[in-house]
């Protein structure tokens, strides 16, 4: 038995490239921003997510890094690592420290400085989440990967790339009314089809970009609730794993962590897919796009470009995704990423969405992958 | 920044290799399908007997000419530069022995970065102004280098200028006062025996090349109290000529201020000789009155910002190749091969 878990507060930065601030300066905005949000004060915990602070910025240790900026010592401070999902994470460990009753208040935040690396050394450090000593050290990077998975899809469904297209057109679309997105502009389905490749078939308007930012959400307890609070019930929260390897899974297009942290999601929080009124989706890549939506139950591997292409998953469609312009347009920062999920899912279920709004959002999935599907984080917020 | 005794320019030269390269031949070889294309259609090429010190005396043999002044008059001498053929020797002496300006001079080879040309005309102005010498030569001068398939080596281009600084009296435009606005900020380097320079990518953007542009010219234009209308003729470094395009609209100079001055369409980007080469081709039909606005870019990081007025006080400012000369001068290098072997970047 649990009790329940509350988001009371949100912060985010503006995802793009912050040449001037750094891991500490941007995670402890928006720990600020978030801990202001909800009016309180007193935090017995802080939970980082965050991939590549070693790799990247030579800084480990980031949680205790984060605490003493941001005033919490000597508050508990953990990272949570779980690769492209380690901001859904750090949220997965505030919810279990909440809901066991060890804390009343616990704050995620997840955090990624990119910017000040090479392309080249990012992509290095992207593919320490795959498997090191089968794939990553063959070359196989991130976008390698996923061009395979995609090509693989193309073959079987008998598609071509531009059946993507609709996945980066809404993203671009949504983004394009979100302050905090990096890339505000819309895009074609022409730009989109004459985009460089990045790893054939995935060009660079089938990826998210590399980028900075940090968002955060503050958890507490049904005791800690105020007035004043305007709460969003953490009505699930689950970790999935599957095969590091690629290469191990018998079907590589069965996003099989995906699959399973959306199910025991949909079980605990005692719903079925119907249910969700939207879907803040990991769109690290249009092909992850498409796959998650099949794992989640939304929609067999027939029918999902289809409908991508009738605008089912647009704002005004049956089924939102990537509100407020998901990996691929509000920018995938990504031990953030999935944090930036959590708070914009808290923001459309109060309905403080702006234009962004969905109408008449009552419960939201959010799902972050992370290694290709190795990882996949899953949480269902009702309002 | 002002000088205690009024200083201006006295004559400039300029030099631009003959050979071109297009860049769409380095594109057949490196570009991946969908990338955008390149920053410009040609590039200068030096020939291999071509290097900054013989294409440094040329553009001060044509300074010196069209100056019109003794050679002995010159007490200063500075190559600035990120292509020395000596890692240690100077350039200057070489240069200034060929121009007959050797023995009392002061003479060194400056460095930083693409504003080592601009950095020697602040020195210029500097020694003039406090009147320890009655001129000075300062010149910016490259054969750039770039690592092939670099994003670079569409751009890298070669050649530049030079510009004797003296008394006012009797210059072609006066120097107004200039500033200097200069960071830790390393955008661009290239190692100790490194042949080709390593650079931050999109970093060379924002927080360098626009940052330190326009605050060293909104410090100049401040300083001087003039707006961008006021000007004639605007020159910036110019790295890619899109990077110009938007500094100026920026600053609120228009497309035709900067045109003029505006050579790395035509020849790509000649590094510490960018922004003199650009000065240059604008002292070449500037009028009587027009005031010229010109801002260099190093990578490092800083720019130097100079504000210039023409006189018309020189006799035949005038005389011998005009930068234009230079420009539709050319000789197509014909494979990427040939090219390299010019730059040589064959290494075995």
């Not at chain 1, 063959?138 to 790339?161: C, I, N, P, W």
Request: proline share 5%; with cysteine.
């Amino acid at each position: 038995m649990t009790n329940d878990v509350y988001i009371i507060g949100t912060g985010q930065t503006p995802v793009g490239e912050h040449w001037g601030l750094g891991m500490r300066e941007l995670a402890s905005a928006a720990v600020v921003e978030a801990i202001a949000d909800a009016k309180t004060e007193g935090v017995d915990a802080l939970y980082v997510g965050n991939m590549l602070g070693g790799a990247l910025n030579g800084q480990e240790n980031v949680a205790t890094l984060i605490a003493d900026a941001v005033g919490l010592l000597p508050a508990e401070a953990l990272k949570i690592e779980a690769a492209c999902a380690s901001g859904a994470a750090a949220v997965r460990a505030a919810f279990l420290a909440v809901a066991s009753g060890v804390h009343q208040l616990a704050v995620a935040v997840g955090v990624e400085k990119m910017t000040d690396a090479l392309p080249d050394v990012v992509t290095s450090a992207l593919a320490t989440a795959a498997d090191q000593d089968f794939e990553a050290s063959h070359g196989l990077s991130f976008v390698a990967l996923s061009a395979l998975m995609m090509r693989r899809y193309l073959y079987e469904t008998k598609q071509d790339r531009g059946a993507f297209a609709p996945f980066a057109l809404l993203a671009h679309q949504n983004a394009a009314t979100n302050p905090k997105a990096m890339f505000r502009e819309p895009i074609s389905t022409e730009q989109f089809l004459g985009c460089a490749m990045a790893a054939e078939p995935i060009g660079i308007l089938d990826a998210a970009p590399v980028c900075d930012g940090a968002a955060a959400v503050v958890l507490c307890s049904k005791a800690m609730l105020r007035p004043h609070h305007r709460p969003i019930r953490v009505a699930s929260s689950s970790v999935a794993t599957d095969t590091i390897a690629l290469a191990a899974r018998p079907d590589i297009l069965a996003l099989r962590a995906a699959a399973r942290s959306a199910s025991r999601a949909f079980a605990a929080a005692q719903c079925t897919p119907e249910d969700i009124d939207l879907f803040e989706a990991h769109d690290a890549f249009t092909i992850i796009t498409a796959l998650s939506l099949e794992a989640c139950g939304f929609a067999p591997r027939s029918e999902v470009l289809k409908r991508a292409a009738e605008g089912y998953y647009a704002r005004g469609g049956q089924l939102p995704i990537s509100t407020f312009g998901g990996l691929k347009a509000r920018g995938h920062p990504v031990g953030a990423s999935g944090t930036y999920q959590i708070a914009e899912a808290v923001l459309q279920l109060r309905g403080e969405a702006g234009p962004n709004q969905v109408p008449r959002a009552r419960r939201a999935l959010t799902q972050s992958i992370g290694g290709h599907g190795s990882v996949a984080v899953a949480h269902i917020l009702e309002a | 920044m002002k000088s205690k005794i009024p200083v201006g320019i006295l004559g400039y030269g300029a030099y631009i290799p003959r050979l071109r390269l297009h860049t769409k031949i380095i594109s057949a070889i490196w570009r991946a399908a969908g990338s955008a294309a390149p920053a410009v259609a040609e590039k200068s090429v030096p020939a291999l007997d071509e290097d900054v010190i013989t294409m440094s005396i040329e553009a001060g043999r044509t300074a010196l000419e069209r100056a019109g002044i003794a050679p002995d008059r010159i007490g200063a001498l500075w190559v600035g530069t990120e292509s020395k053929p000596y890692a240690v020797k100077p350039s200057a002496t070489v240069v200034a022995q060929a121009l007959g300006i050797t023995p009392q001079l002061v003479a060194a080879d400056m460095e930083f970065a693409c504003k080592a040309g601009s950095e020697a005309m602040q020195a210029a102005v500097a020694f003039v102004g406090s009147g320890l010498v009655q001129g000075a030569l300062a010149i910016g001068m490259d054969t750039a280098q770039a690592r092939p398939g670099d994003a670079l080596e569409y751009t890298a281009g070669s050649g530049g200028a030079a510009m004797l600084f003296g008394p006012a009296s009797g210059a072609l435009a006066l120097v107004e006062a200039s500033t200097s606005f200069v960071t830790d900020t390393p955008d661009f380097f290239r190692r100790e025996h490194a042949p080709f320079p390593e650079h931050g990518g999109r970093f060379t953007g924002e927080p360098s090349y626009f940052h330190h542009t326009l605050s060293a010219s909104r410090r100049l234009l401040n300083e001087v109290g003039r707006e961008p209308k006021e000007y004639a003729h605007a020159v910036f470094h110019q790295p890619v000529p899109k990077f110009v395009e938007r500094v100026a609209k920026e600053l609120g100079f228009t497309e035709e201020q900067v045109r003029t001055g505006l050579v790395a369409r035509r020849m790509g980007n000649a590094y510490a000789g960018s922004s003199l080469l650009g000065l240059a081709a604008v002292l070449d039909v500037a009028r009587p009155g027009d005031r010229i606005f010109f801002c260099s870019y190093g990578s490092g990081a800083g720019s130097d910002a100079f504000s210039f007025q023409i006189t018309g006080a020189a006799a035949n400012p005038r005389r011998g190749p005009t930068v234009e000369d230079y420009l539709s001068r050319s000789h197509h290098v014909g494979e990427y091969g040939e090219y390299l072997r010019a730059r040589r970047k064959i290494r075995y």
